[in-house]
């Protein structure tokens, strides 16, 4: 039973991996294996480094603000109250929102003749309307801005099983003690919210890591992200160093999971 499954992994998800490891570490005229020519010619481009800058800036900023908006959600839609189950249909629905439609829509609202330029305008904020999807910090918020929109739900689900799991008692008891909400909430909620929140945080991350629909649509090779670098390397018949940024993306990819876990980890022994 367990060997399609297996079949499947190994096929289409680890052989692929393998392959793409050692096309980076080959040479691209000479075949010599294994090299380093491909990582030296990336790191030689100042895009390259753009891309990498991109791509931590909007991962951060992004499962930040994924993060503390969720748990805001989550924390109101586990009320009681009238039209909850409307609500709560209303915030996943941009689960149900293909990536590249939202990216589309999102620039009705950042583009040059947009909805923020034309409000900024109105407010005197801008003498000019300004181009948002350009490289630099304001690239990194519109794009990472886009992916909260379509990706917090996500976020909010995760968040809200976590919180319809933890006994209503702890809090009873807590309220007994005389704990105020927000004493309930910093020394209840959030510890028996771990779990669940490193759940998300991982998920996050990770497609944080990954981005490339939107950030194609929206920005394009004016704010190059990991995904959309190794695309255009590919798509102009450079393999081999597009294989080697796909191994430096896996490679960051994992060094943040296990960081996280790590000082996960390390947070817990202290406590």
């Known amino acids: ?18 392959q793409s490891i050692v096309l980076g570490f080959t040479g691209r005229y000479d075949g010599a294996f294994p090299t380093l020519s491909n990582y030296e010619a990336l790191l030689s481009r100042p ?17 930040t603000l994924e993060l503390v908006i969720g748990l805001a959600i989550a924390l109101m839609l586990a009320r009681t109250f009238p039209l909850r189950g409307l609500f709560r249909s209303i915030v996943l629905t941009p689960m149900g929102v293909p990536t590249l439609v939202a990216g589309a829509a999102m620039i009705y609202i950042v583009g040059v003749n947009g909805y923020l330029n034309e409000v900024l305008f109105r407010l005197g904020v801008i ?3 300004i ?41 009873e008891a807590a309220a007994v003690d005389g704990a105020s909400p927000w004493r309930q909430f910093w020394d209840h ?26 950030a ?15 695309y255009f390397e ?27 876990f790590w000082l996960v980890e390390r947070r817990q022994e202290a406590t």
């Open 1 to 18: 039973m367990a060997l399609p499954l297996a079949v499947y992994v190994l096929g289409f998800t680890l052989l692929p991996v393998l």
């Open 47 to 63: 895009d390259f480094g753009f891309a990498v800058l991109n791509t931590l800036g909007i991962a951060l900023i992004g499962v």
């Open 127 to 129: 003498a000019a309307p």
């Open 131 to 171: 181009y948002w999807p350009e490289s630099g910090p304001k690239g990194m918020f519109v794009i990472a801005l886009a992916d909260l929109w379509k990706t917090t739900p996500l976020v909010v689900l995760i968040l809200l099983a976590g919180l319809e799991a933890i006994p209503r008692d702890v809090y």
């Open 189 to 214: 909620t959030l510890p028996l919210l771990k779990p669940a929140i490193t759940m998300a945080v991982i998920l996050r991350a990770i497609d944080a890591f990954r981005i490339f629909d939107i």
């Open 216 to 230: 194609l649509v929206l920005a394009g090779r004016s704010v190059p992200v990991m995904s959309t670098y190794v």
């Open 234 to 260: 590919y798509f102009f018949g450079n393999l081999h160093t597009a294989a080697a940024a796909a191994t430096i993306l896996l490679v960051m990819i994992a060094i943040f999971v296990a960081g996280y």
